[in-house]
């Protein structure tokens, strides 16, 4: 115990120890009044160690919220990037898809009118050979060199035939042309997903090949009618005929060909238009789903950077209570 005359001593006069402090009085051994009798010290309170340590956890969950907040930010021009990116390709994309769809619309259009004309000259082609047949049965095969049956079939080729096959040849080969880039614009169509248009059979090209056949018989036939003139070949309706057929074989094969691939090509033109659309409408819902999917992200992205800032401000979250009144 402290001495009554003492008391004053240790707290001096009219003081009293602190709240963060404990006063204690050591005492080891009796004193005199003229020798302090006792100590006193502090120690630092549990609250104040208590204090620092909240102090340096909310450092420490601000500086990870700052964190948040940068990488919000970074997800924010990320996003609106995107979004520039989105509604930039859809441009070009369109574009390609109109671009591809107009030079398939040109070439089979090409390949139509195309087949048309060759049906027409094969159909001219065939009654001629058909004619020439009636020619050479007149001749017989026992015929005089000077017979005026040779001049006619002569010239019926030169004047009716030939221009006929020639023509024909002429328009085999821009089919053939057509059916090319037909073909290569429906590969680069159906690189787009979901798309799937059946390219043009080889057999549609093969009209070039046929007409050509038909162009070396006609060919052969002026060289065999030249020989029956001169007296070199002595069975000519024979011969004239076996010519005919060899003629007349490859355009029947043309006018199949032709018959058959009309209508598919038709059916292609009508395949192209519908497809087209499909792949502009698909390309616009892609653009307006992926604007309104950012739209949504980046909301999201500024409420987390507005709730962030306000906790680095303020040390707390704000609250998103609605308040009815």
């Known amino acids: 115990m402290v001495e009554p005359g003492n008391e004053q001593r240790v707290r001096g006069p009219g003081k009293r120890p602190s709240s963060n402090c404990i006063a204690y009085v050591k005492r080891d051994y009796p004193v005199s009044e003229d020798t302090s009798m006792s100590t006193v010290g502090t120690v ?10 909240h102090r340096w956890l909310d450092i420490i969950k601000r500086i990870l919220v700052g964190v948040v907040l940068v990488l919000a930010m970074v997800g924010l021009l990320v996003n609106v990037s995107g979004l520039v990116g989105v509604w930039a390709a859809y441009g070009p994309a369109r574009n390609s898809v109109t671009d591809v769809s107009n030079t398939l619309t040109q070439a089979l259009q090409v390949a139509d009118k195309g087949l048309t004309r060759a049906n027409g ?12 047949n009636t020619l050479a049965t007149q001749l017989g095969d026992r015929t005089q060199t000077n ?3 040779i001049t006619t079939l002569s010239q019926r080729v030169d004047t009716k035939l030939a ?6 040849q002429t328009t085999a080969a ?10 290569g614009a429906f590969v680069t169509l159906n690189r787009f997903p979901g798309v799937t248009v059946p390219t043009l059979s080889d057999q549609l090209s093969a009209v070039s090949d046929r007409a050509q056949e038909a162009v070396s018989a006609m060919q052969d036939l002026r060289v065999t009618l030249a020989n029956i003139k001169a007296g070199t070949v002595t069975k000519a309706q024979t011969a004239v005929m076996q010519i005919t057929a060899r003629i007349d074989a490859p355009l029947a094969r043309i006018q199949s060909l032709i018959n058959t691939y009309q ?4 059916n292609a033109q009508d ?12 390309l616009l819902v892609t653009a307006i789903a992926l604007t309104l999917l950012s739209i949504i992200i980046a909301a999201a992205l500024l409420l987390l950077i507005y709730v962030c800032w306000q906790y680095i401000r303020h040390g707390h979250f704000p609250s998103l209570r609605v308040v009815r009144t």
Do not use: C, F, M, W
């Not at 630092?44 to 340590?53: I, L, N, V």
């Open 44 to 53: 630092q309170s549990p609250a104040k160690t208590a204090q620092a340590g």
């Open 121 to 132: 000259y094969v159909q001219t082609g065939r009654q001629t050979v058909a004619q020439l």
């Open 147 to 149: 017979s005026p049956l």
């Open 163 to 168: 221009p006929v096959l020639e023509q024909a």
């Open 174 to 183: 821009s089919i053939h042309d057509a059916t090319l880039k037909v073909n």
């Open 263 to 266: 209508a598919k090509v038709a």
């Open 271 to 282: 395949r192209v238009t519908s497809t087209t659309n499909s792949i502009l409408t698909l």
